[in-house]
């Protein structure tokens, strides 16, 4: 699993963090990655809200649906 570093504008979607919560990288932006969800939206996550994401995972939704159920879900409550 291969996470972006450094990416000037990473900002995770979920828990809307931009900065590396290590203190040893304090000036770098936080690490992320991004997934494409079942409607083709780009969703970037961070790597715990990615592994939160993962092990929450319901055997009877796929992780792309997942990620616009979530999305819509932000959207609606306007966060
Ligand atoms: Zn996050």
Do not use: Q
């Not at 931009?18 to 083709?40: A, L, M, Q, R, Y």
């Amino acid at each position: 699993m291969s996470f972006i570093y450094n990416k000037n504008d990473a900002r995770c979607m979920w828990c809307k963090r931009t900065k590396n919560p290590h203190p040893d990288f304090n000036f770098e932006t936080i690490p992320i990655k991004v997934f494409k969800s079942k409607k083709g939206r780009k969703i970037e996550l961070c790597f715990s809200c990615y592994e939160h994401e993962t092990k929450a995972i319901d055997e009877d939704i796929d992780f792309e649906e997942k990620l616009d159920k979530k999305f819509e879900l932000l959207k609606l409550l306007n966060l």
